[in-house]
Nanobody, 119 residues
Framework: QVQLVESGGGLVQAGGSLRLSCAAS????????MGWYRQAPGNQRELVAA???????NYADSVKGRFTISRDNAKNTVYLQMNSLKPEDTAVYYC?????????????WGQGTLVTVSS
């Protein structure tokens, strides 16, 4: 089993910054993709940013230039630095990690952390 523990959400004013963290633990053999998704009330869950094992990154157009995803492979941890936050960034943010255990592939999700941006 693979577990994800997220931290770093909270309430911030527009223009402010937050940093989310997500640590993976358990029977991990390899980690391929680490990413962050978000879901606002009434909306579908959407990809915010992802980072591959080699360091390549992918961002939603709405966050390009404001958010930065990074990972620490030694700690099996992914981060999301969010700057210049806007009210429309308000959502529950979910960490997603995909890789393999010694037995099979896994696709794990965090419990979600709420980010609220006030205007």
């Amino acid at each position: 089993q693979v577990q994800l523990v997220e931290s770093g959400g909270g309430l911030v004013q527009a223009g402010g910054s937050l940093r989310l963290s997500c640590a993976a633990s358990g029977s991990i053999f390899t980690i391929n993709t680490m990413g962050w998704y978000r879901q606002a009330p009434g909306n579908q869950r959407e990809l915010v940013a992802a980072i591959l094992s080699g360091g390549s990154t992918n961002y939603a157009d709405s966050v390009k230039g404001r958010f930065t995803i990074s990972r620490d492979n030694a700690k099996n941890t992914v981060y999301l630095q969010m700057n210049s936050l806007k009210p429309e960034d308000t959502a529950v943010y979910y960490c997603n990690v995909r890789g393999t255990t010694i037995y099979k592939p896994f696709n794990a999700w965090g419990q979600g952390t709420l980010v609220t941006v006030s205007s």
